[in-house]
């Protein structure tokens, strides 16, 4: 019988698809595990229990959060919910239940670009909106308004009929009655939208047919006879709003209208109300479409040296420096496409982007290629596709250099991303509850959670180890502990003074302790889970999965840890800390940092099942920084 040693030290490949089960040759397999449940990789390759989640406040429903950065101390996080808006900085509501046009069913079709002050929302069925800060606690929403010059109104404007349909005014001032050629005109659509020809402008007053709206003359008309020369607004409650917004070289771009999908408008320089095209002068509009051999609506936009255009069909470059009407070109880089039944941000990540796939099972990577000096796509989710699917919301907390990818299933998907160094690598994060949104704002990720008791508004608080928790302190010392009413009737974990106590279920809101305490934290528990991959054991004869192995010991080496619960093949049990005797629970524990070796007994295939495993749902700190095994192989 051979006796050998393998080495565990890092987890930088993160937990990895059972599909490669069989895959000992590829460079993944010694840095992954098969389940990373609620840790997070450390950048030098430990994992850690993951942050609890602090409860912040109730909600009425779902809601999209969005982050709103004025300056370096005006951080704010928006909530918008069913025809609703509540604004938070810190944790703290600063107003609330103010007016917002959106339905619950649509919030997830909601776009956002942020200037100064003022965030621009657009939404391809409501007119696109301006969240503006007017003071601390003092926001308003209005209607986007593009600039009028004179009686001209400074809109976007398209020809969606046939080449070759015309129309014709009765008159050139005051009321006219246009006749269309071919049905141009909605029932009640058309009201108020523009329309441009015989070098003029008109506004629809009412719509009799079809083919025949009267109209209020704006800018004199040239002459009444019939022009192919006609377009209406592009923009209208008839032909839909704009998908995306951005910004970019001083120039506000909408992009992705209803009725016209693949469609881009650039607004002047410096003028970001005014999309009037004018005569092509390099400060003036630009408009132009994504052409190709298939559907290019538009998803999202992102402004970076180039104008990076992210639609259903692929991934485009919008090229000019200066952009101009004459300079600008645009280019397909991919033809990967983006999830088009929802709208998923896409984020930047150390100087590349981040973007959910058309079916939303992937996180795909869109970066400049340093030899071909061309964009290329990555699917940064291929090693962990086995719980990677329906990516709902995504954000970058830069801190911690942590992608939080939102799944369906009401998990996250924790991506930690290192690209000097190749690491990428992903955990699952979950909790007692559905996980519906995250947003970071700075250093602080928000999450809306659905739980038993309603929707609740958390935040991840590193040294809280339990979620939908509050801390609390009192002086003198109290065995009542209050405001808990968010968390009636569930059971919670509780650790008081550095204790943890057994489990109670919160009854009138309150928890009542056996004897007084000064420091108390209450939440719902959770556990933390880590597995090796199979082991993959080498005989006299090779490497063969079918080989007799017993675990003889594993050493873990821990790092500022309170509690360790392993299972080694017979079941799991807590290892006793020599420093702290054998009850890990009965009293306030320092942290512990160093090896602890545990034993183990019998023999088994090297098949699909790990050698050890570990989990826990003791609230306190650990920190796994990497793992010997001794073992015994049967030649």
Known sequence: MTRQYTYKTNFSAGELSPRLFGRGDIKAWENGGSRLRNVVLQPTGGLTRRPGMHFLAEVPGKARMIAFEFNTEQIFLLVLSHFRMDVYQDG??????????????????????????????????????????????????????????????????????????????????????????????????????????SGGMVRITAVVSETEADAEVRVDLEHTTPTKDWTEAAVSQVRGWPRTVAFHQNRLVLGGMRDLPNHIWM???????????????????????????????????????????????????????????????????????SRSDRQVPPRVVEGTTLFVSRNGDAVNEFALADVDQVFQVADLSLLAGHFVKDV???????????????????????????????????????????????TVVREFVYLLVERANGYFLEVLEPELE?????????NPATVDWSGLEHLEGQEVAIVADGRVLPRQS?????????????????????????????????????????????????????????????DVGQGLHPVPFQSFGDGLLDQPMAAFSGDKPVRALGWRASGMEPLWRIESDTPLPFTLLSVTMEIKVND
């Open 92 to 197: 703290y509501l600063v107003a609330g239940n103010i007016s917002a046009p959106w339905p619950r069913q649509e919030l997830d079709h909601l776009n956002w670009v942020q200037n100064a002050d003022t965030l621009f929302v657009a939404h391809p069925q409501f007119q696109t909106r301006r969240i503006t800060r007017t003071g601390f606690e003092s926001w308003t929403i209005t209607p986007f308004d593009f600039t009028n010059k004179g009686v001209r109104e400074m809109i976007p404007h398209f020809k969606f009929a046939t080449r070759d349909a015309t129309l014709t005014p009765s008159g050139t001032t005051g009321s006219v009655r246009l006749t269309a050629s071919e049905p141009v005109f909605a029932e009640q659509g058309h009201i108020g939208v523009p329309f441009r020809l």
């Open 267 to 337: 607004s002047e320089i410096n003028d970001i109300y005014s999309f009037d095209l004018g005569t092509g002068e390099s400060d003036e509009a630009i408009h132009f479409e994504l052409l190709s051999d298939q559907v290019n609506a538009i998803r999202g936009m992102l402004s970076g040296t180039n104008l990076q255009v992210l639609t259903s069909g692929g991934e485009w470059l919008v090229t000019g420096d200066p952009l101009t009407p004459a300079s600008v070109q645009v280019k397909r880089q991919a033809r990967i496409g």
């Open 392 to 438: 709902v919301d995504l954000d970058y907390q830069h801190e911690d250099r942590l992608v939080y990818a939102v799944l369906g299933d009401g998990t996250i998907g924790a991506l930690t991303q290192f690209r000097a160094e190749e690491v990428t690598a992903w955990t699952r994060i979950d909790t007692e509850g559905t996980i519906l949104g995250a």
């Open 466 to 474: 339990v979620d939908a928790g509050l801390s609390g302190t009192a």
């Open 506 to 566: 919160v009854s009138d809101g309150a928890v009542t302790l056996e004897t007084p305490a000064s420091e108390v934290t209450v939440g719902l528990p959770f556990a933390h889970e880590i597995e090796p991959l199979p082991p993959l054991a080498t005989n006299a004869i090779g490497t063969d999965h079918g080989i007799k192995i017993r675990l003889i010991q594993a050493t873990f080496r821990l790092l500022e840890s309170h509690a360790l619960t392993v």
